[in-house]
């Protein structure tokens, strides 16, 4: 059978840690986990769950985590979550014809003991928290303060987005694990999530979606690539690639850490 042609071609990676380290990678390889033709695109939406203190703002040129104590985002007013962050779905389809195909939801932070790092509480527009236990992706169980303790989770949501009569709106996530205070690590102080979203849409030029989920560190002399096959694209015309990721740390002062398609 001859393989289909498409003048998009949508890239997703989701979870690198870009950090300063060049020791203990504990490297999770990246593969596949939505690989699919359609007439549609891909939304990516997210937010942090930890952040500065309003007393001390990051001030545009330092190192985030070594200005002062990080301490928890928790924008909700509800006393059952200690954080949580939001971020609006806004599906740009002028006909309203879309339907999503696939959703998945990850977290990622930084953490120190035993924290139940793989249960966290999700809202969906005009719905209550649920609670949600992850699939772990990866997690860096270190030999010392001086690294912490690193992880990646993840769980399709897909269900509960499609259930919904109108999937756009306010999504949150809360009860993310994380340290606080004074940066204890070389590694800093981060914790936030990110929601992947396929739809489809009959009047939308067809796209060969692929998104990749794993865990490694990118520095100025760790590399990794991620190859894309099983398609071809059009004969003729401009070929449009785009691609989104989704990262915990990689502050401004290091240098060095970058993604980049070809």
């Given at each position: 059978m001859k393989k289909p042609t498409f003048s998009r071609i949508t890239i997703v990676v989701v979870m690198l840690l870009l950090g300063q380290l060049t020791f203990a990678q504990n490297l999770i390889p990246f593969?596949?986990?939505?690989?699919?033709?359609?007439k549609g695109d891909i939304l990516l939406i997210g937010n942090s769950n930890v952040g500065l203190h309003p007393t001390n703002p990051y001030n545009g040129n330092a190192t985030n985590d070594g200005t002062n104590a990080a301490v928890h985002v928790d924008i909700d007013g509800d006393p059952s979550t200690f954080n949580s962050s939001s971020a609006d779905l806004d599906v740009p389809s002028d006909n309203g014809c879309y339907q999503?195909?696939?959703?998945?939801?990850?977290?990622?932070?930084?953490?120190?003991?035993d924290d139940p790092i793989s249960d966290i509480k999700f809202k969906v527009p005009g719905g209550s928290y649920v609670d949600i236990t992850g699939t772990e992706?990866?997690?860096?169980?270190?030999?010392?303060?001086?690294q912490s303790n690193t992880f990646a989770?993840?769980?399709?949501?897909?269900?509960?987005?499609?259930?919904?009569?109108?999937?756009?709106g306010t999504y949150s996530v809360a009860?993310?694990?994380s340290l606080v205070g004074p940066r204890p690590n070389s590694e800093g102080l981060s914790a936030g999530?990110?929601?992947?979203?396929?739809?489809?849409?009959p009047l939308m030029p067809a796209q060969y979606i692929t998104s990749f989920d794993g865990f490694t560190k990118i520095t100025s002399v760790i590399n990794e690539t991620f190859p894309v096959s099983g398609f071809?694209?059009?004969?003729?015309?401009?070929?449009?690639?785009?691609?989104?990721?989704?990262?915990?740390?990689?502050?401004?002062?290091?240098s060095g850490d970058y993604l980049r398609l070809n």
């Amino acid at each position: 059978m001859k393989k289909p042609t498409f003048s998009r071609i949508t890239i997703v990676v989701v979870m690198l840690l870009l950090g300063q380290l060049t020791f203990a990678q504990n490297l999770i390889p990246f593969s596949p986990r939505f690989d699919e033709a359609l007439k549609g695109d891909i939304l990516l939406i997210g937010n942090s769950n930890v952040g500065l203190h309003p007393t001390n703002p990051y001030n545009g040129n330092a190192t985030n985590d070594g200005t002062n104590a990080a301490v928890h985002v928790d924008i909700d007013g509800d006393p059952s979550t200690f954080n949580s962050s939001s971020a609006d779905l806004d599906v740009p389809s002028d006909n309203g014809c879309y339907q999503i195909v696939y959703a998945g939801l990850y977290w990622s932070s930084v953490v120190n003991g035993d924290d139940p790092i793989s249960d966290i509480k999700f809202k969906v527009p005009g719905g209550s928290y649920v609670d949600i236990t992850g699939t772990e992706i990866y997690y860096q169980n270190a030999s010392n303060n001086y690294q912490s303790n690193t992880f990646a989770y993840y769980h399709d949501v897909t269900d509960m987005l499609t259930a919904l009569p109108d999937p756009e709106g306010t999504y949150s996530v809360a009860n993310i694990s994380s340290l606080v205070g004074p940066r204890p690590n070389s590694e800093g102080l981060s914790a936030g999530w990110s929601l992947f979203i396929v739809y489809e849409d009959p009047l939308m030029p067809a796209q060969y979606i692929t998104s990749f989920d794993g865990f490694t560190k990118i520095t100025s002399v760790i590399n990794e690539t991620f190859p894309v096959s099983g398609f071809n694209t059009i004969p003729v015309g401009p070929v449009r690639a785009k691609f989104a990721f989704s990262t915990i740390e990689g502050d401004r002062s290091y240098s060095g850490d970058y993604l980049r398609l070809n």
